[in-house]
């Protein structure tokens, strides 16, 4: 017995659905312990039974599996085994009449004209094993990298490995686009996919930044040759699936392999890990410093002065350096002039008037509980009168801020760690302060 399709003509095509149906029919056989042989393209199946090499006077009997019944295709496999016993299964006719239909001797059709419809064969096929499912993001770009790119030969190592591999392949792209209906045009729609994957293959920072993100481990490729952002990224990540432009040219997809197995594996677990990090806010990255960058300009915290002696002025108001109604808010204590949160050195300033001794330490973005606002008389500083404010006379304090180093006379925004980090928080045994992205 032949069993043929159109999975089987050379110029035919071979769809999921028809090779389950075949799967199906197989299993049929197979349980009534009956031989068989199957037909396939050469340009589907290289190396297996073609259609052109059949001896016809070999077979007794020939099924057509699952498509339509039409086509000088299929009325060429009438004559041909004109000898044989030729059977139609899983099939749709179209026109009852054609040759391709009555030069078999039964059809067992799923749709016909004046006949109730069948359950295609694909639905009832034996049950098949999960397949890894992996995104594809790749980049034949980034020409600023000039000689150094190495990005059209790492997408044709890359995509060459793939095609070996036993697994679903989903070409993605970071690029969106609210008119064309293959992109997302949301980050939100690209994360969805991505959080459904096992496995995203890159070249590009943001397909493996956006994979950890989400949970999903990343094998990247650095497409630069010494490498460039994506080598850096992945160590701020703290990500070791990382394989160099150069080590592909020099000892081929190895180490691809070798990346492969630990992210469908361990590496599931520490992308998680990653993704958790950064969901609690513990990984660092340079939004952190934005606010203190912006200082300079009154923006993080600062009282630009007044330009009138013995005045610190804070939001266009004449006056004193004072705490705004929350706990722990600045406090000066007696002292005449005015306490200046600066937002660079940090530095406490009289304008006009022998200094403020003392510290002061910068608070959060301008508008928040703990900013320093000028309020009241020019030449006092007034304390917030509120509980479990730290009162020592001459000190300026700000609640919240991020730790700084205080010395009388002086003071300076301790810039030697890393706001809010300790060594405990410090993520793979590194060091407090180390940069996350």
């Given amino acids: ?223 630069v040759a010494g490498g460039a952002k994506v080598s850096a990224q992945a160590r701020a990540c703290g990500w070791p699936a990382l394989v160099p432009a150069e080590h592909l040219e020099r000892s081929g997809t190895g180490e691809l392999d070798r990346w492969w197995g630990w992210c469908l594996t361990s590496g599931r677990v520490a992308a998680r890990q990653i993704r958790d990090e950064w969901t609690t806010g513990t990984g660092r990255d340079a939004a952190q410093e934005l606010t203190a960058a912006l200082g300079a300009t009154g923006t993080a915290g600062a009282a630009p002065a007044a330009g009138a002696a013995g005045a610190s002025q804070a939001a266009g108001a004449a006056g004193a350096a004072q705490a705004a109604g929350t706990a722990g808010t600045s406090q000066a204590g007696g002292t005449a002039g005015a306490a200046q949160a600066a937002g660079t050195a940090g530095a406490s300033q009289a304008a006009g008037v022998a200094g403020a001794a003392g510290t002061a330490k910068p608070t959060g973005p301008t508008g928040t509980a703990g900013t320093l606002q000028a309020a009241g008389a020019a030449g006092t500083a007034e304390a917030s009168q509120t509980a479990g404010a730290a009162g020592a006379a001459g000190t300026a304090e700000a609640a919240g801020a991020s730790p700084a180093a205080e ?31």
């Fill in 1 to 223: 017995m032949l069993l043929t399709g159109w999975f089987s003509f050379p110029d035919g095509e071979a769809t999921a659905g028809d090779v389950l149906a075949l799967h199906r029919a197989e299993d049929v056989l197979r349980r009534a312990g009956l031989a068989y042989d199957v037909a396939w393209s050469p340009g589907f199946r290289p190396d297996a039974l073609h259609l052109d090499d059949v001896v016809p006077r070999r077979y007794g009997q020939l099924v057509f599996v699952c498509g339509p019944l039409h086509g000088p295709q299929v009325e060429e496999l009438h004559r041909r085994f004109a000898h044989c016993v030729r059977i139609a299964v899983g099939t749709s006719v179209l026109d009852p009449g054609s040759p391709a239909v009555t030069g078999f001797h039964r059809v067992l059709a799923r749709d016909a004209p004046a006949t109730a419809p069948a359950l295609d064969l694909a639905a009832g096929a034996p049950a098949l094993p999960a397949r890894p499912v992996v995104g594809v993001v790749l980049t034949h770009g980034q020409h600023e990298y000039g000689p150094a790119r190495r990005h059209d030969a790492v997408a044709a190592a890359v995509t060459s490995w793939l095609h070996g591999k036993d697994c679903a392949r989903l070409e993605l792209e970071t690029r969106l686009d609210a008119h064309d209906w293959r992109l997302c045009a949301t980050p939100a729609q690209l994360e969805s996919v991505l959080l459904r994957l096992d496995l995203v293959v890159t070249d590009r920072l943001h397909g493996m930044v956006l994979a950890l993100r989400a949970g999903t481990p990343a094998l990247a490729v650095d497409p």
């Fill in 407 to 437: 010395a009388s006379g002086a003071a300076r925004r301790s810039r030697t760690a890393a706001p809010g980090t300790s060594p405990s928080q410090a993520p793979y045994g590194r060091s407090a302060g180390a940069r996350r992205g």
